[in-house]
């Protein structure tokens, strides 16, 4: 009888190797913080949205970000928070409105001061992922028509150039456009956003300004930053979820699942491969666009996930289109469903369509006050994740929304996202039971590779 030890060797001499496990989270994956300029800084008075909040009943309570959580103020707190929770990539934007308040008049000073928070976040071990564009826009710019004006991706550029040629390589990822299709839904399909056109037919211009918007942004980094030693990593935030028909017998509840998909999801993402802008739904909406300055430009796909919808058409019966939650299923005080297992769907449909592109969670959080559910949350969110990495996905960082509770748009300060609450009045930030189990957890996985039970 041949001896085991005789076997292995003559099996390695005819190329057989063991298989090596694939780890969890290795030392190289991120977790992350995210935020948005304007739900933080206040201060905010040349944007649309500054100027929508001055208007009666679009935000709940009459709230608005004049102050937000004041964070400029506050920045050696927030900072300390961050390594607290372990965090060692900070997504944040830069405001346009505040860096360019009429057209070409750039305020140094404000791109400067990100500069040198990229420069402060550096020095304590913390990188940095920088959104230009986080659903606000100048003044003078919406007034010219918004992602409406045949100018803005001109006008888009020169700014995003005057940014990167000040913070240059210091930042690690670029987020050109957060959520295209949230401002196109929010602004253009209803009226909870500006502009407000509430029409499904005119979403066509805007999404295609976006695009081309983003591949000028993209080239234009490319082309301030490429270096031999440094090649800055840049794409989109794609807000996606799961459309599920309410019914699931019904064909028109199918078909508009499947159209509300086709649209909102992919129609965007897919046209970075082939340059062609593309959806029909019939009567309502179409686009056939080739863009090919859009071809190539997502050097990783960022998702930004929450929920899913279960939708139900009926023609016949106002509302037309119903969006419902599964019946007996946990709900955020929002009223977004919890479902996991809706972002494992949807990571298999990036792989399968960007087969090995880095993938970035660039959002991932729910509204809970109470902080009962914050919890479980992350922690089904990231086995999930732990789950695709060892089958292989290139998935490189996990960004929690948010820091803080601050300015949650229509919802205004309704909304309690962060790992911090916020002490009216004093802006104080009072750290929930969540932010003290995520410091924990991300040690433990830095030391373990694996979530703690």
């Known amino acids: 009888m041949i001896q085991f030890k005789t076997l292995f060797i003559l099996l390695l001499a005819l190329g057989w190797t063991l298989p090596i496990p694939v780890l969890g989270f290795t030392p190289d994956f991120k977790f992350c913080v995210a935020t948005a300029a304007h739900q933080i800084e206040g201060g905010n008075f040349n944007s649309d949205w500054d100027r929508w909040e001055q208007t009666p009943g679009k935000i709940k309570q009459g709230h608005t970000a004049r102050v ?4 400029w103020n506050h920045l050696d707190e927030d900072v300390a928070h961050m390594k607290d929770l372990g965090i060692d990539l900070y997504r944040f934007s830069v405001e346009w409105a505040k860096i360019e308040p009429a057209p070409g008049q750039y305020r140094m000073d404000e791109i400067i001061r990100y500069r040198d928070l990229v420069r402060r976040l550096r020095a304590e071990g913390i990188e940095s992922m920088v959104t230009l564009h986080h659903f606000t826009l100048p003044k003078w710019v919406a007034d010219r028509g918004g992602w409406d004006w045949s100018g803005i991706p001109e006008a888009f550029e020169n700014y995003v150039t005057r940014v990167t040629g000040v913070l240059g390589p210091d930042v690690s990822f670029w987020v050109t456009i957060n959520e295209p299709m949230t401002v196109i839904a929010g602004g253009y399909v209803s009226d909870v956003f500006p502009p407000a056109k509430n029409n499904l037919g005119l979403i066509a211009l805007p999404m295609a300004n976006m695009l081309r918007a983003h591949a000028r942004a993209y080239h234009a980094i490319h082309r301030a930053l490429d270096a031999d030693d440094f090649l800055p990593k840049v794409g989109f935030a794609h807000h996606l979820r799961n459309f599920d028909p309410a019914r699931r017998s019904n ?9 509300f998909d086709e649209v909102f999801n992919w129609a965007l993402p897919l046209a970075t491969l082939d340059g062609r802008l593309r959806w029909n ?3 309502l909406t179409r686009s056939k666009v080739f863009i ?25 019966k106002a509302p037309f289109i119903q969006r419902e939650t599964s019946r007996g299923a946990d709900t955020t005080e929002l009223g977004w469903e919890l479902y996991p297992a809706g972002m494992s769907r949807l990571l298999y449909q990036i792989r399968s369509r960007f087969p090995g592109m880095e993938i970035h969670l660039t959002e991932n959080g729910l509204a809970d006050a109470d902080d009962t559910q ?10 999930v994740l732990e789950k695709h990495i060892r089958d292989g996905a290139p998935i490189r960082s996990y960004c929690h929304w948010t820091l803080n509770d601050n300015f949650e748009w229509a ?17 104080r930030r009072i750290p929930r039971p969540s932010a003290l189990w ?15 039970q």
């Open 411 to 427: 919802e205004g300060y309704t909304a309690h996202f962060g790992f911090y609450s916020m002490e009216p009045g004093t802006l």
């Open 281 to 283: 739904v019939p009567f």
């Open 292 to 316: 090919p300055e859009a071809i190539g430009t997502q050097d990783f796909f960022g998702l930004n996930y929450y929920s899913r919808d279960r939708l139900r058409l009926t023609p016949f």
């Open 374 to 383: 914050r919890i479980p949350f992350i922690r089904e969110h990231l086995a």
């Open 438 to 452: 995520f410091g924990e957890m991300t040690r433990s996985v830095r030391q373990t590779g694996r979530i703690p």
């Open 251 to 259: 064909p028109l509840d199918r078909y508009l699942a499947r159209k």
């Open 68 to 71: 937000a959580t004041d964070s």
